[in-house]
């Protein structure tokens, strides 16, 4: 099992990416923090985890708060007595996300609170986590939009992922020699709730579809596979290395550890 003896924090457990993700590192041989706001979902999480033989607690936290960010890594570390990988994967898509002109403050800032200051605060209080620990991974999930822009206007989002992006290679250059990797995936367009509330019908799945190299929505699975390899390799090379979603050109740098 890849994620043998491993404690893993995920965010955004209740759906999509971070869901799959939870269930897939604790078939991994991983114990599981589920963390999420939606608690109905979360527990149900961590009841099929559960149901399948592995172990997992659900706490709730809204990442945008630190106080709740200090709290989910404690919670870790209070049932499990360590932290060794961190996803911050948690985001929102808010539907009066435009072009600059039209958008109002609220939205950015509530978009920046959840998708970039709440990978900050996860980060923040995961890395001392890790230090403790002796080391450990990171995942930070941003977009393709935060390295190409939208074509569809959402000026909020793609600066928040933009701001992911940025965040991680720091943080992956700064706790390169603590044995601590920091590294964000990069999805394409997904079928998962976040993005198909807003292609309701077929009309405007086909208009997506058409800018999307394969042909087709990735699936959140599949993004899970990409977390589970980058929380995996331990003591591997790669740090700050943006992955690829369906169609995205991967974008690679690797670190060394003196
Ligand atoms: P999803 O909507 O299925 O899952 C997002 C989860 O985050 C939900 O369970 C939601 O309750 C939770 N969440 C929202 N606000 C929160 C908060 N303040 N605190 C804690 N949890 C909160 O969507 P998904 O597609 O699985 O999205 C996961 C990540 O992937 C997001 O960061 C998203 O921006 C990113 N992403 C998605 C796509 C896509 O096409 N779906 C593409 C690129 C990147």
Redesign the pocket.
């Known amino acids: 099992m890849r994620l043998e003896n491993k404690v893993a924090l995920i ?9 799959e993700s939870a269930l897939l590192f604790a078939q991994e041989g991983a114990k599981i923090v589920a ?4 608690d109905a ?2 527990e149900k999480t961590v009841s099929e985890i559960k149901a399948a033989g592995g172990e997992a607690i659900y706490t709730h ?4 708060k630190a106080a ?1 960010c200090e709290n989910m890594v404690k919670a870790a570390e209070d049932q499990f007595g360590k932290l060794n990988v961190m996803f911050n ?5 808010d539907s009066r996300d435009d072009n600059a002109l039209v958008t109002e403050e609220e939205v950015w800032d509530l978009t920046m ?3 970039l200051k ?1 990978v900050f605060l996860g980060c923040k209080y995961g890395i001392a986590a890790m230090q403790r620990a002796g080391g450990g991974s990171i995942i930070n ?5 935060g390295l190409m822009g939208a074509a569809t206007p959402q000026v909020a ?1 793609t600066a928040s ?1 933009g701001g992911v992006i940025a965040l991680t290679r720091e943080l992956s250059v700064v706790h390169a020699r603590e044995n601590i990797r920091v590294n964000a ?11 198909m509330k807003f292609l309701d019908t077929e009309a405007k799945k086909q208009k997506r579809l058409v800018h999307i190299p394969m042909g087709r ?2 699936e ?1 699975k599949e ?1 899970a596979q990409a977390a589970l390899f980058l929380a995996s390799v331990s003591r591997n090379f790669i740090s700050s290395s943006v992955r690829k ?1 369906p169609g995205q050109r991967a974008l690679t740098r690797m670190f060394s550890r003196a």
């Open positions: 965010t955004g457990a209740s759906s999509g990416i971070g869901k963390v999420d706001v939606n979902e979360g936290a809204d990442i945008s709740n994967n948690a985001g929102i898509m609170a959840i998708n709440g999930t941003a977009s393709f939009v989002y992922k995936l990069c999805p394409g367009p997904l079928r998962t709730e976040l993005l929505f990735g959140a993004m979603g």
